[in-house]
């Protein structure tokens, strides 16, 4: 979750980000670093995540929840 | 030591792609097959025709400093000669501008391009493979021609081995011949999850004339570019794309 949160924080442009953290609230979280997360989601976590599925995170631990769960899929 | 039939070493044989391009080139060639992950690399062997009579090559692309000693340990440990080489490993980062870390900048570069001029330096030493490369097929990107939001590390990287191979085909002629593949999107298994979203499936079918492509349509071209039919071939981006990039239809 650690390593998670580093990722995420260096897609945003964060000095850190922590899981309450609500994605939307930063400006930097466009369409850009959508494609990124998506990209970052792939190659680090080996899994497929769609801009659809990112419809429904609100915060970084849903992402990171998200996550575990299409890796168990 | 060189008396063996010479052997195609095909760098990335464990994806997608690279799988295909093994498994077309098997048909007239005994291969090396490189890849990082051994497990996968048997699989890619066991699909190919003879899977006895190609070897293996595993190594990590990101230890770039590595790449020519072990290569040149493998060839004359086994006395092995290689006449074609095929690069199709590859490392993709999607990151802003902004987060480009010099770890993946140098990540991209090492493993899509360094790793290829490598080896084939190591390929035209004399005392390792002497006077035995023939030809060249490096597998770049249509990003290395245009622009993508995020993919700044990519196309450059894919642009750095476009432009080896100008400088190369001049340099090696006319006993090697070195030529780019600049392929469009190709369903991989990366690729299928993205079908899941009809907005994506939607864009590509606007924007692909011919539709998506398969790895085999990358791997016929680089057949045909390793063969003798291609002999007067050099130097060229040959781009495989659907006609991805000359279409300018208004959406």
Sequence with gaps: MNDFCTK????????????????GDFQEWDSLSVLSTIAMLDAKYGVNVTAMDLKDVQTVADLWNLTQAKKKA | MSQQPPYTLVT??????????????????????????????????????????????????????????????????QGMAVDGFVHCAGAVHVLPARSARLEAVLESLNVNYVAAQQIIATLLK???????????????????????RGHSLYCASKAALDGMVRALAVELAPDVRVNSVLPGAVRTPMA?????????????????????????????????LMSE?????????????????VNMSHK
Excluded: M
């Design chain 2, 229 to 245: 039919d291609a002999r007067w071939i050099t130097g060229q981006q040959f781009v495989v794309d659907g006609g991805r990039t």
């Design chain 1, 8 to 23: 995420i924080a260096e897609i945003l442009d964060a000095e850190s980000v922590n899981e309450n953290d609500v994605l």
């Design chain 2, 126 to 148: 004399k005392r390792v493979n002497p006077g035995r490369l023939r030809s060249v097929v490096v597998i770049s990107s249509i990003w290395s021609q245009f622009g993508a």
């Design chain 2, 12 to 77: 990335g044989a464990s994806s997608g792609i690279g799988r295909a391009i093994a498994e077309r080139l098997v048909r007239s060639r005994r291969l090396i097959l490189h890849g990082r992950d051994n497990g996968r690399l048997e699989e890619t062997r066991s699909a190919c025709a003879r899977p006895e009579s190609h070897l293996l090559w595993t190594h990590d692309f990101r230890q770039v400093a590595q790449v020519a000693p072990a290569l040149t340990g493998l060839l004359i440990g």
């Design chain 2, 192 to 224: 299928e999850a993205a079908l899941a979203d009809p907005r994506i499936v939607e864009g590509l079918r606007q924007n692909y004339p011919l539709g998506l492509g398969q790895p085999a349509d990358v791997a016929a071209a680089v057949e045909f």
